[in-house]
């Protein structure tokens, strides 16, 4: 089993070579071996215990994110509301949403202006691209949702996203791959 050793300074790696019950000879394994073995147990359990969020710079969707907080934060300010929990969970909740929809980038957080059926605020919306270009890309949810969905559920839902994402490109590729190699063979006779 390896160890680090730590009456040494800095500690060093070591192996244990024997048990309470039995006293075999074991291999010693390489020091290298031993570093790979011991930062993967390392990795094996932070992984397990910590899941990396967004607001980590090194997520996958850290900058997708930064452009959320930031647009909800504008939000705040423009509502005279201090950021606080509320903000946090709307942005959890419109990362997930971004993501689901396809959007690469968010330009905009906006709330929807009153209309005959809706009051203003009702719905939240993520812009990618110009208020005022028909073109832009947006999804929208209700407010009180965005506002109201715990954090961990909308990490766990982007977390998913991300799986689905991930999978479907993998399995295109794996298509383009198989493509590819059927043109490469090219034509055959067949009797």
Aim: zero cysteines; charged letters at 20%; glycine letters at 6%.
């Amino acid at each position: 089993m390896p160890y680090l050793d730590s009456s040494t300074q800095p500690p060093t790696p070591g192996l244990f070579q024997h048990s309470k019950n039995a006293h075999l000879h074991v291999s010693p394994i390489s020091a290298q071996e031993l570093e790979q073995e011991l930062r993967a147990r390392e990795a094996q359990s932070q992984g397990t215990s910590t899941q990396r969020l967004p607001a980590d710079p090194g997520h996958e969707d850290h900058q997708l994110y930064r452009q959320i907080k930031d647009g909800v934060q504008k939000l705040d300010t423009e509502h005279g509301r201090q950021w606080d929990a509320s903000s946090e969970r709307m942005t959890a909740s419109l990362l997930a949403l971004a993501k689901e929809e396809g959007l690469s980038r968010v330009d905009h957080v906006v709330l929807n202006t009153p209309t005959s059926k809706l009051a203003g605020g009702e719905r939240v919306f993520v812009v990618q691209g110009a208020l005022n270009d028909p073109a832009h890309q947006r999804a929208y949810m209700p407010t009180v949702d965005a506002v109201q969905t715990p954090e961990t559920r909308s990490f766990d839902r982007l977390q998913a996203i991300n799986q689905t994402q991930a999978q479907a490109r993998e399995q295109q590729q794996a298509l383009e791959q198989s493509q590819q190699a059927v043109s490469q063979a090219g034509p055959s006779m067949t009797r």
